[in-house]
């Protein structure tokens, strides 16, 4: 089945951010699929495929795409068995970044830990170990703050803590950083929000 124009378009056109919006089932995969082959490919131009970066939301997309990107590499060097560049292809696909976007996250922290100031043997917890510190978290800076005796703290506690249900201050407190952890400069977020007050 040849492409379609619209396809041909996304396939073809370089240099240009690019936001591709179809119907479900309509071959959005299946073109990026085929524009990635055809920038590694490429005769004159070519790219390493361990330099394009590929990101997906789940570990089976990512999955497909390198198997389809493998094979296409693949039925190239049958074609073309003597193109050296071609043959290394085959070679850096198994280090190329098609994975998930956590999966890629994770790779940059694990692989420049230094320039955050991160320990290199990081982990990423489970749900419920990161509720429990973040529990911990709250009750130690509560009975901080509470002890510290600001005036405007001692308000706000007066009117979201009832005897010893702290929950209603907890669920803000964690809401509000939930929302500021979403933006990539979470400290100007709050300085922002600060300001509307
Ligand atoms: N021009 C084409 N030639 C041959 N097959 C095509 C063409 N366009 C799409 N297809 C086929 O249509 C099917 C759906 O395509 P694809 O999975 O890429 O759609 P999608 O838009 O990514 O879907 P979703 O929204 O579910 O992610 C696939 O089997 C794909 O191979
Ligand atoms: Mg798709």
Known sequence: ?????????????RNKNMLV????????????????ISEILD?????DV?????VTFTTAAAGEMKDRIRKAIDAAIMKNGADGRLRAQATLIHN???????????WVVKN?????DMDPSFRIGASGELKMLN??????LLSAKLEEGDEDFKNLADAYISGRRTDTL???????HAKASSFAWPDEWYDSALKLI
């Open 96 to 106: 190329a970044h098609i994975r998930t976007i956590d999966s890629f996250c994770s």
């Open 170 to 176: 907890r669920d803000m407190v964690f809401e509000l």
């Open 43 to 47: 005769e004159k131009n070519g790219i």
């Open 1 to 13: 089945m040849p492409l379609t124009d619209e396809q041909k378009l996304v396939r073809d056109t």
């Open 112 to 116: 420049y830990f230094y320039e955050i």
């Open 135 to 140: 529990d911990n978290i709250f009750s130690d």
């Open 50 to 54: 361990d330099r394009i970066l590929v």
């Open 21 to 36: 919006s179809a119907a479900a089932g309509s071959g959005k995969t299946f073109v990026l699929v085929e524009r990635i």
